[in-house]
């Protein structure tokens, strides 16, 4: 069935002309991905556009992940480059199952996709940043730790700070870090797991430690009442002009995407918050970001 869906997705984004499958070989494997380029960016030939990279969940693909974020609609309205790449066996190296140092080189793949995509488009260097989902969300906090020189911000859901990319976490550079992440995910827990990940307020103080922001002042705020959801969403977030760290708990939120449509995996995967939209709560916190 997620074949299916995978090449029902594929077809209908490339007859758009807008959504495009590509590879490139890296370390003699043959990788690919999916740019989506908004509308207007033919017509607007005089502007760099931001970038964002959203990588897929354990087992997904990565048109799967373009159809389960809705991120193109965010792209259209934000006017930014939507990337999807796909992981070697559909997973990422954050350390689970595979050596930190020694598995599948997806960092030196995204690195090597950077520059291919700033080759193909017109791509501000000064603005990209990555997102993704569970291990696609690991990963991405990976790529925060292991290329601070080229992201200016990323996004997790469901994917708190784990363990491996804490270990071997040793360059500097400030990143800003969102984490989302539901109370009642039964996938990945918000407490964290002993020798695997930190919990999400753990997570959070993490990089705040990391960014120096300990003296910065946090604001917090309740996003959103949907009272027919059974969630509830808080936001907190602290930093300065340069840098911020955010929190967004959903109680009693599932392992899902905020504000996307429900996805069924045959997975525990719990409830979807509509209080709040994952996609623009990323953009709002990745436009104030600028490597």
């Known amino acids: 069935m997620k074949f299916l869906i995978a090449l029902l997705v594929l077809a209908g984004a490339c007859s758009t002309a807008l959504a495009q499958v590509a590879s490139l ?9 999916i740019v989506y380029t908004p509308p207007t960016y ?4 005089g502007q760099t556009w931001p970038v964002v990279f959203n990588f897929h969940g354990g087992g997904m693909s990565m048109a799967e992940q373009m ?3 809705g991120m193109n609609r965010a792209a259209d309205r934000h006017r930014f480059i939507a990337v999807y790449p796909l992981g070697i ?3 990422w190296n954050v350390g689970f199952g595979m ?19 700033k080759k193909d488009y017109r791509v501000d260097p000064a603005r990209v940043y990555a997102t993704g989902l569970s291990r696609g969300g690991f990963f991405a906090l990976r790529l925060a730790a292991d290329l601070p020189h080229a992201f200016a911000a990323v996004a997790s859901v469901g994917g708190p700070m784990p363990e491996p990319v804490v270990q071997h976490h040793t360059k500097e550079g400030k990143v800003g870090v969102m984490l989302i992440h539901g109370t009642a995910d039964k996938v990945v827990a918000y407490d964290g797991k002993a020798t695997g990940y930190l919990s999400a307020m753990d997570s959070h103080r993490y990089w705040i430690r990391r960014n120096g922001l300990e003296d910065a002042p946090e604001q917090a705020r309740t996003i959103g009442t949907d009272g027919a959801d059974g969630t509830e969403v808080g936001y907190r977030e602290q930093g300065n002009d340069k840098v911020r760290v955010a929190l967004v708990t959903v109680k009693d939120g599932g392992h899902t995407w905020p504000g996307a449509d429900a996805f069924n995996v045959g997975l525990p995967i719990g409830k979807t918050t ?12 990745f436009s104030r970001h600028r490597r």
């Open 67 to 69: 159809l389960y974020t």
């Open 25 to 33: 070989v890296h370390k003699e494997e043959k990788r690919r991905y």
């Open 99 to 117: 050596p930190y140092l020694g598995g599948s080189d997806d960092v030196g793949f995204t690195e090597a996709l950077l520059e291919k995509l």
């Open 42 to 45: 033919q017509a607007d030939t």
């Open 89 to 91: 066996k559909n997973d």
């Open 274 to 285: 509509r209080d709040a939209d994952a996609n623009e709560l990323m953009w709002q916190f």
